[in-house]
């Protein structure tokens, strides 16, 4: 790859360094400080010509900085003035109400157990007026914790704000397995959900950092999500307030371990948190500032010209400098477009542009004649035949040992013995076991996958008592009827999912999602609806009916498997009424909203289905280990599972499954405002939120709005999802283009994002929008003047 004129096009910015090394103490005075910082950041990334432009895309890649910056991220040095330690500032020592210190992940800091009661964890004044002058015209921060959270619950890890408006709240769903951030900008919320399970009964460490627009999420020291949002508010009002554990006095509970909150204010401070990660260019905060001191430039780089001119004229002979990405793969370095065999020997792999794409080898069917069976060879994927062994009605593959008076092994159609040293066994003769095909005994309970029994990377090893298998994860499918090795099945194509109406499934690797049509939100994980009466919960509708918006209103429908008029639904008995499809032989049983087949024993009945390792007969009917609220039926070989149906009249209901059949005092909970009351499993819409009481417990997400497929949005006053806009003035919310500028009417070019005054127009604030110049005039300030 020849890259003609490349070393043109690099050639300014590198001139524009040399000017910053030139400059930088007359022109700036950046001797010491966070502006001596930005010099040392700004740098190409890699050899292949990438401008820390797109610092957005940057990886953790990185080389060690020998900059200052740097050695204050790492703890060398911190500046105590550029942090706060939240659980030192509120002295959790002596709270006694809610709290209780514990042992936390590491012994260097104090640990608190959030206990599930009312509590009171906010700051005290001083507190929060040293919160709000650190984050006083500051553009970036980090927020640090390590927590234990208590798994399926819900609650805000830290909250600042005033009265019912979050400047910074951090909050973990483990009801929807989501890590919400809600903040402010223009003076309305904004919330960034990521989905994410935080509340699983571990520690993790969390870090989130904003620089300007630009946010990162790390859990345990990994980037989990990089996001352009819309720059949040910094200058927090004098009557903000910190809660540490709770949103605030009624709402937002945190139930479990907390160590180590934190506030930074450097670039990129996760870095104190994970000292191992690094960076090599500018955040978007201080890259900013150092794109607004280039362009200050411009008039000193156009003096340069003839210099700039002699410098290309030097350079001339680079032009055929070779740019190559390559691959490193376990210590191996790969050039572009080289291609090798993975260690497994089923994967065939390529380096393309510094990237690493595989793809497995596709086995041909393998039909053995009768004497041979199918057989894995040494550094092959694919299995071949090989002669079988028989000995007193046994069959044996090739290597497989059988023990009858001496070990023999079968080696090309041929039992031959072999002598083999059983080494000695550390358990009671009656906890010996004989392992099939293997000659010496092993103790009970024996690792026989650590024996390095060969799964692909969509299937798992399981131990049973004489061997091991591989068997498919969960999501994927044998290939040619070999659990080592697994495919993806595409549950939507296959039309195994539970995505209701108004819904479109979208396959993911080993399982897959139900997203809304657009116009729709959702109510759960599998179902979405029209906004107006259904999705506020004012409606009328019977519990086993859907509720359907319409123009005047709303109508019910009976689900399938009930009769009525949709405020009353009553179940169909399939098995009274004779309608059910049951084979002859099998017996039917009504169920809610439906019916199933159990299948009598005896010989006549067939079609178990194998589950776990073992069978499930046909007929079967079970609850999941891993998700008690459903429930599994086997039917003809095939399993089908679905929710478990709630019958609130049944004194002994699944509370957790069925939150609406929960009348307890202690599981209702009051609403934002304080003033209504809703029972567990209530639905109810606050705040461009969706609610939900559980157990107590208030769980809100943010409304899932339509994408719009339009440059520029607004939000209209009492609405809660954009709507497109032509002009960029109106716009609320836009990506701003540095390369879009505007005259300012001072003969100054402004970048896109720019604010400035009129000239002669004291009262008037104009502002760039990627090319485009906005003025509004302050009415109160033309009162005053």
């Given at each position: 790859?020849r ?8 050639l300014?910015?590198l001139?524009?360094?040399?000017l910053?090394l ?8 950046w ?7 930005l010099?040392?950041k ?17 990886s953790?890649?990185?080389s ?7 050695h ?17 500032e509120?002295?959790l ?5 809610g ?13 608190f ?9 906010h ?9 709000i002058?650190?984050f ?23 909250s600042i ?5 979050s ?12 890590i919400r ?19 699983d009964?571990?520690w ?15 859990v ?8 352009v949002i ?15 554990g709770q949103?605030?006095?009624k ?16 670039p990129?401070?996760?870095?104190t948190?994970?000292?191992n ?17 280039i ?5 000193l ?11 290309e004229t ?20 790969f050039r572009?477009k080289?291609s090798?065999?993975?260690?497994d020997?089923c994967?065939?792999?390529t380096?393309?542009s510094?990237v ?14 009768p ?25 044996l ?9 001496t070990c ?10 072999v002598t083999?040293?059983c ?8 906890d010996h ?9 092993v103790c ?11 799964c ?8 049973w008592n ?13 290939v ?11 549950e939507c194509?296959?039309?195994m999912h ?7 499934c979208?396959?993911?690797?080993g ?5 809304c049509?657009?116009g ?7 179902s979405?609806t029209?906004r107006?009466?259904?999705?506020s ?9 859907i509720c359907t918006?319409?123009?005047r209103?709303?109508s ?11 405020t ?5 008995d399939?098995?009274?009424l004779?309608?059910h499809?049951?084979w ?13 087949c159990l ?16 069978f ?6 079970w ?10 039926s ?5 399993i089908?599972?679905?929710r ?20 307890r005092?202690t ?5 934002q ?13 606050y705040?461009?939120q969706?609610?939900?009481?559980l157990e ?12 719009l497929n ?8 009492g609405?809660?999802c954009?709507?497109c806009?032509?002009?960029p003035c ?8 540095i390369?879009?500028?505007?005259p300012?009417g ?10 400035w ?10 502002k760039?929008?990627?090319g ?14």
């Amino acid at each position: 790859m020849r890259h003609k004129n490349s070393w043109k096009k690099i050639l300014p910015i590198l001139f524009i360094v040399m000017l910053l090394l030139i400059v930088h103490t007359a022109v700036f005075k950046w001797s010491t400080g966070p502006k001596t910082l930005l010099l040392g950041k700004f740098s190409v990334c890699n050899n292949c010509h990438r401008s820390c432009e797109r610092e957005q895309n940057a990886s953790s890649r990185a080389s060690s900085l020998p900059f200052e910056w740097f050695h204050v991220a790492v703890g060398f040095g911190m500046d105590p003035d550029l942090q706060i330690d939240i659980i030192t500032e509120l002295d959790l020592v002596n709270t006694t109400l809610g709290v209780t210190q514990v042992s936390g992940l590491h012994n260097a800091s104090k640990a608190f157990l959030f206990q599930d009661t009312e509590r009171e964890i906010h700051a005290a004044p001083h507190v929060s007026e040293k919160l709000i002058q650190l984050f006083r015209n500051k553009s970036e921060f980090t927020f640090l914790a390590t927590l234990q959270q208590k798994a399926l619950t819900s609650g805000a890890i830290l909250s600042i704000r005033e009265l019912e408006h979050s400047y910074f709240e951090l909050e973990s769903s483990g009801l929807r397995d989501e890590i919400r951030y809600h903040y402010r900008f223009n003076g309305k919320t904004r919330t960034e959900v990521f989905p994410y399970r935080l509340a699983d009964g571990q520690w993790h460490k969390i870090a989130v950092s904003l620089s300007a627009s630009h946010l990162l999420l790390h859990v345990d020291c990994n980037r989990i999500y990089e996001r352009v949002i819309d720059p949040p508010e910094m200058n927090l009002t004098p009557e903000s307030s910190l809660w540490l554990g709770q949103r605030n006095r009624k709402h937002g509970f945190f139930k479990g371990v907390i160590q180590d909150v934190k506030v930074i204010f450097i670039p990129n401070g996760y870095i104190t948190q994970c000292p191992n990660l690094n960076r090599t260019c500018p955040t978007c905060s201080d890259f900013l500032s150092l794109v607004q001191g280039i362009m200050d430039l411009q008039e000193l780089l156009a003096k340069m010209t003839a210099k700039l001119n002699y410098a290309e004229t030097r350079l001339s002979q680079l032009e055929d400098c070779h740019c190559e990405k390559t691959c490193q793969v376990n210590g191996l370095i790969f050039r572009d477009k080289d291609s090798w065999v993975e260690d497994d020997h089923c994967r065939n792999c390529t380096c393309k542009s510094g990237v690493v794409e595989c793809r497995r080898m596709s086995c041909p069917p393998l039909e053995c004649p009768p004497d041979a069976l199918p057989v894995h060879a040494e550094s092959q994927c694919c299995k071949v035949c090989k002669a079988k062994c028989i000995y007193g009605g046994k069959v044996l593959a090739e290597g497989q040992r059988m023990l009858t008076k001496t070990c023999r092994e079968c080696r090309n159609g041929v039992l031959v013995k072999v002598t083999e040293t059983c080494p000695p066994l550390n358990c009671s003769e009656k906890d010996h076991v004989l392992p099939e095909n293997q000659c010496c005994s092993v103790c009970r309970g024996h690792n026989f996958c650590a024996e390095g029994h060969r799964c692909g990377e969509n299937s798992e090893c399981k131990n049973w008592n004489t061997k091991a298998t591989c068997e498919c994860k969960n999501g994927y499918l044998s290939v040619q009827g070999d659990s080592a090795y697994c495919e993806d099945i595409d549950e939507c194509a296959a039309k195994m999912h539970y995505c209701h109406a108004n819904t479109v499934c979208v396959n993911l690797p080993g399982s897959y999602r139900c997203d809304c049509v657009s116009g729709y939100v959702r109510v759960d994980d599998f179902s979405c609806t029209e906004r107006d009466e259904c999705g506020s919960g004012q409606h009328n509708c019977d519990e086993n009916a859907i509720c359907t918006n319409t123009i005047r209103g709303h109508s019910c429908t009976c689900k399938p498997g009930y009769v009525g008029n949709g405020t009353i639904c009553r179940d169909i008995d399939e098995c009274a009424l004779k309608i059910h499809t049951c084979w002859n032989d099998s017996a039917c049983v009504n169920l809610a909203g439906g019916f199933d087949c159990l299948c009598p024993s005896g010989p006549s009945c067939t079609g178990d289905c194998p589950h776990e390792g073992g069978f499930k007969r046909n007929g079967q009917v079970w609850t999941l280990r891993e998700d008690r609220c459903s429930v599994c039926s086997c039917k003809d070989g095939k399993i089908f599972c679905r929710r478990t149906a709630c019958d609130c009249r049944n004194p002994s209901a699944d509370l957790f499954c069925c939150p609406e059949c929960d009348t307890r005092v202690t599981s209702q909970c009051l609403d934002q405002t304080g003033h209504k009351l809703y029972r567990s499993g209530d639905n109810w819409t606050y705040s461009c939120q969706q609610c939900r009481c559980l157990e107590g417990e208030v769980d809100c997400w943010p409304l899932q709005c339509p994408t719009l497929n339009c440059e520029y949005t607004a939000i209209s006053e009492g609405e809660c999802c954009p709507h497109c806009v032509s002009d960029p003035c109106l716009a609320d919310s836009i990506t701003y283009d540095i390369r879009k500028t505007c005259p300012d009417g001072y003969g100054i070019t402004r970048l896109s994002g720019a604010v400035w005054t009129m000239v002669g127009s004291p009262c008037t604030t104009c502002k760039c929008k990627n090319g485009n110049v906005c003025c509004s005039v302050d009415l109160e300030c033309l009162n005053n003047n």
